[in-house]
C-alpha cells in the first residue's frame, strides 16, 4: 500500500520504516521536510515532504504528532486528502503539565476524547485509534516471551479497522476492536497507564496483552 504518515517524531519515523520493512511505499510529512534528511538517508525506499503531499500520497494515513497540534496538522494536510480514507490516529492528548506522581496529566475529560474531536473536525476521515498505547521500541514486530502483544483499536468505519488489523498483523499484533470512536476515551488513558512504570522505575519495555477464555 502507499502510506502516508503524518509527523518527524520518533513514533512517525518508527512506524514508517516498519511500513517500508513489510513492503510498503511509504512519504513522511512534516512542516519542515528538511528535518527528515537523517531518516530518509537510513531509509532510501522511503520519500519526505510536506504534511500535504504525505497526506496526498497515501491511501492510508497515520497521523503521529502531539495531541495539541493533531487538529492543526490534519488542516494542513488537508480535508480533501483525507476525505474516504483510513487515518491510523497514535496521538495523545498530553497536556503540557509534568505527570503528577508519574500520572501522565491529559487536556481531554473522560467524556470527550482527541479522536472524537478529530472525527467531528474531519468527519470524512476514516479515524481508527493505533499505537497509542506503546513505545517505539515495540511497536514493530517486537519480542515477548508470551506472544502477540494487544493493541486495541477503535473507530466508526469497520473497513478502515479491517485495514488496520491487517497492518498490526503484519506488525506482529493482535487486535482488540473495542468499538467505535467513543472508545478513545477508554483507550488514550491507556497511555497514561503505560509510562507509569516508565516514570516510576524507568521501564519503557512492556506492552499489555488482553487474556480471554
Ligand atoms: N513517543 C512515544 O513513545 C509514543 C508512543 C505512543 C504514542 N505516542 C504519541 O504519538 C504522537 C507523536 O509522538 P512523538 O514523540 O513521535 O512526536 P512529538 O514530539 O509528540 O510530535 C512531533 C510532531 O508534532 C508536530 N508539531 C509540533 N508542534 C506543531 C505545531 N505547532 N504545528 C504543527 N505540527 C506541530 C511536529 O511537526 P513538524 O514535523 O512540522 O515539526 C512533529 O511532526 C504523540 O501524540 C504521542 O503522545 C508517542
Known amino acids: 500500500m502507499k502510506i502516508g504518515v503524518l509527523g518527524s517524531g520518533d513514533v512517525a519515523k518508527t512506524l514508517a520504516s516498519g ?3 513489510h513492503g510498503h511505499q511509504v512519504t513522511v510529512g512534516s512542516r519542515t521536510p528538511e528535518k527528515l534528511a537523517d531518516w530518509a538517508k537510513a531509509n532510501p ?29 490534519l488542516r494542513l494536510a488537508g480535508a480533501n486528502n483525507l476525505a474516504g480514507k483510513t487515518v491510523g490516529d497514535a496521538c495523545n492528548p498530553i497536556a503540557d503539565a509534568p505527570p503528577d ?18 472525527q467531528r473536525a474531519f468527519p470524512d476521515a476514516h479515524l481508527v485509534k493505533v499505537f497509542n498505547s506503546v513505545g517505539t521500541i515495540s511497536m ?13 483499536i477503535c473507530g466508526n468505519d469497520a473497513g478502515a479497522k479491517k485495514q488496520v488489523e491487517g497492518i498490526l498483523d503484519q506488525f506482529g499484533w493482535e487486535t482488540a476492536d473495542m468499538g467505535d470512536v467513543v472508545a478513545a476515551r477508554a483507550i488514550e488513558p491507556l ?8 516514570y516510576l522505575r524507568n521501564e519503557w519495555t512492556h506492552a499489555f496483552k488482553l487474556l480471554k477464555r
Do not use: Y
Open 191 to 198: 497511555c497514561i497507564l503505560w509510562c507509569l512504570p516508565g
Open 101 to 118: 506522581h508519574g500520572v501522565l496529566q491529559f487536556f481531554t475529560t473522560h467524556h470527550d476524547s482527541l479522536m472524537e474531536q478529530l
Open 140 to 152: 514493530v514486530n517486537p519480542e515477548f516471551p508470551d506472544g502477540r502483544p494487544t493493541m486495541f
Open 45 to 73: 525506499a522511503g520519500a519526505t515532504g510536506t504534511f500535504a503531499e504525505a497526506a496526498a500520497f497515501g491511501e492510508l494515513i497515520v497521523l503521529a504528532v502531539k495531541g495539541p497540534v493533531a487538529g492543526e496538522v
Open 19 to 21: 511500513f517500508l520493512k
